[in-house]
């Protein structure tokens, strides 16, 4: 009796052990798999929209006329408007748009040295800064004559300006721009530049432009919108073109900073009224500003190995087409039909502006 007491005890320790070993398993897979509840909140929109990303870049990669910034604007705006998107995808959409928005800005600074801005000249710098400038104040007053929001006016600015999608967003953070603002800025400026990306390289080879490779290519970069838009067209017109193109179009993308930073200020004196985009009523320094300040510092001192470069503007981008699938699952195209024709006016404005500003300096400088 004694031995067969003892063997149940044996086995209910051992059944014990067991149980302890298994609930201590289950908890380290517990533990494992935690995640902060605010934290957990973000995952399902951020694993949509680095799925959109995803998905955007490997389309952008095998189309010849559509970037993965604006593919991932319209995956996301067809997702949204075709089907719900579930609420508890909000938290993770609006993360996109903002903080990972202002992270990718930051990196956008690997794209650039001091020595390349340096290397233009003055004559470059010219070319490449003032028509930015004009073009600015071009839009803006033209945007009060067409009746406008201030905010709509200016960010169709800086994207005709300076580069497109990325300083618009730029502003938009910056501004607190309403999100359906932000929409209407990009797809104007995107309609047009890609017009432009078309237009260039066929008036340059047709020999209706009285300009030689060298001067397309300062043309090419000091007037078409975004990045892969001048890419595109600058090397329609060869080799040296490419390369003069993509170094006066950073130039611009440089830009961002101070004029950024002027935004700030502006908005933090009670200048520029913002547009109380939800969940941000308050104005804040934009620190992601100096991040991308850094980041040419840092590239200008050579710190970075070439590898680390390329994978570097590979993240960046693919943080970018984030933030513009997020901006596509929040546009609504019932509210996006009512802005009306006025800024699309206002894009052919400023785009036709910036086209013959800088066109008339570079064959007067260059």
Not at 29 to 48: D, N, Q, S, V, W
Not at 216 to 243: C, L, M, N, P, R
Not at 256 to 276: E, K, T, W
Not at 289 to 296: I, T
Request: positive net charge; glycine residues 10%; hydrophobic residues 55%.
């Amino acid at each position: 009796m004694k031995d067969d007491a003892l063997k149940m005890n044996l086995d209910e320790n051992k059944n014990n052990k067991d149980e302890q070993i298994a609930t201590g398993s289950s908890l380290a897979i517990k533990t494992r798999f935690f995640l902060p509840p605010h934290i957990e909140a973000l995952m399902p929109g951020l694993l949509l929209t680095a799925a959109i990303s995803a998905l955007a870049l490997h389309t952008g990669a095998k189309l010849t006329y559509v970037t993965p910034l604006i593919g991932a604007m319209g995956i996301g705006m067809l997702l949204r408007n075709a089907f719900i998107i579930p609420h508890a995808y909000n938290a993770g959409i609006f993360f996109s748009m903002r903080q990972i928005l202002r992270f990718a800005v930051a990196l956008l600074g690997i794209r650039i040295t001091f020595d390349k801005i340096i290397g233009l000249g003055w004559e470059g710098l010219i070319v490449a800064l003032v028509p930015l400038l004009l073009t600015l104040g071009f839009t803006i007053i033209m945007g009060r004559v067409l009746k406008l929001f201030p905010s709509s006016s200016l960010l169709i600015g800086v994207g005709t300006s300076i580069c497109g999608a990325s300083a618009i967003l730029t502003a938009g953070a910056i501004t607190r721009s309403k999100d359906n603002d932000i929409m209407v800025a990009i797809s104007s400026i995107t309609v047009f530049g890609a017009i432009s990306m078309l237009a260039y390289p066929f008036l340059f080879k047709s020999g209706l432009l009285p300009i030689n490779d060298v001067q397309y290519g300062y043309w090419a970069g000091a007037s078409i919108h975004e990045v892969a838009q001048v890419v595109t067209a600058a090397f329609g017109g060869g080799d040296k073109s490419g390369e003069i193109g993509i170094l006066v179009k950073l130039t611009r993308v440089a830009a961002l900073i101070p004029i950024a930073l002027i935004l700030s200020y502006l908005v933090g004196r009670g200048d520029i009224n913002h547009g109380d985009a939800k969940g941000e009523k308050t104005i804040t320094f934009p620190f992601f500003l100096l991040g991308f300040l850094g980041m040419v510092i840092l590239n200008s001192l050579e710190f970075f190995t070439p590898r680390a470069i390329r994978w570097i503007e590979f993240f960046d981008m693919f943080l970018l087409t984030m933030a513009m699938a997020a901006m596509g699952l929040e546009s609504d195209f019932r509210q996006l039909l009512k802005v009306g024709f006025r800024p699309l006016f206002l894009s052919i404005f400023a785009t036709g502006f910036i086209a013959i500003v800088s066109f008339l300096l570079v064959i007067w400088l260059i």
